[in-house]
């Protein structure tokens, strides 16, 4: 049976620079880095570059509104005429609700006063 040879990519930095000094036309194999040391390697053995794998899509998340002190204000009274709309009407959940985001407004203009 013949002994299956590791990827490069599996093996370390030590196995490579071992496996590299058997390598007629590598010079200077202590002062690589891995992957210096895997390209050089496959150069000399005429191993092609692998094509690098389709990355993975990253969903960009919403970049972040910067409102002024006046505009929170705004918002904040509009949220409370909804609410009192709410509490008229008995609808004590989405009351809570804007509460909850009236609160975080009044937060927010005063981290940027």
Same mark, same amino acid.
Request: glycine share 4%; hydrophobic share 40%; proline share 4%.
């Given at each position: 049976?013949?002994?299956k040879e590791k990827p490069l990519e599996k093996?370390?930095? !030590? *196995?490579? %620079?071992?496996? @590299?000094?058997?390598?007629?036309?590598?010079?200077? /194999?202590?002062?690589? =880095?891995?992957?210096?040391?895997?390209?050089?390697?496959?150069?000399?053995?005429?191993?092609?570059?692998?094509?690098?794998? !389709? *990355?993975? %899509?990253?969903? @960009?998340?919403?970049?972040?509104?910067?409102?002024? /002190?006046?505009?929170? =204000?705004?918002?904040?009274?509009?949220?409370?005429?909804?609410?009192?709309?709410?509490?008229?009407q008995r609808n004590l959940k989405m009351a809570?609700?804007?509460?909850?985001?009236?609160?975080?407004?009044?937060?927010?203009?005063?981290?940027?006063?």
């Amino acid at each position: 049976m013949e002994k299956k040879e590791k990827p490069l990519e599996k093996m370390t930095a !030590k *196995e490579l %620079r071992e496996m @590299a000094l058997g390598l007629p036309g590598i010079h200077g /194999v202590h002062a690589m =880095k891995k992957e210096e040391l895997i390209t050089a390697i496959r150069a000399a053995k005429g191993i092609p570059e692998p094509e690098p794998k !389709k *990355e993975k %899509r990253i969903i @960009a998340k919403k970049e972040k509104v910067v409102l002024t /002190v006046a505009e929170l =204000k705004r918002k904040v009274k509009e949220l409370r005429a909804k609410r009192e709309e709410l509490l008229q009407q008995r609808n004590l959940k989405m009351a809570q609700i804007f509460r909850k985001r009236i609160s975080r407004l009044k937060k927010k203009t005063r981290r940027a006063a």
